[in-house]
């Protein structure tokens, strides 16, 4: 099979964070989405994390944790409480691996 053959355009996919502790604050699973599949250069910035600067760090994690039509939810000066942050960057990386 060539490798062209199974290229595909990303589509959007959510992500449930469903932790009992979420749970239990929440009393809900929350959910984000982001693409299935990521850009190269997403891809290198993530394998160069350790290197970049803080601001690089969040300028990727904003691009990753989205609304259900594409949009990043870490814009205007809005953020996620720490807990939350690491739970959803944590799901993302995971998706990534697979």
Known sequence: ?????????????????????????FGESLSFYTWDRQPMDVFLKLANIEQDADNNVIAIVKTLILDENGK????????????????S?????ELLGK
């Open 72 to 87: 990043e939810i870490l814009a205007d000066n809005r953020t996620l409480p720490a807990k939350l942050l690491m739970k």
């Open 1 to 25: 099979m060539k490798l062209s053959q199974i290229t595909a355009k990303p589509q959007l996919i959510e992500v449930v964070i469903d932790d009992e502790d979420t749970i239990s604050e």
């Open 89 to 93: 960057i944590a799901k993302v990386t």
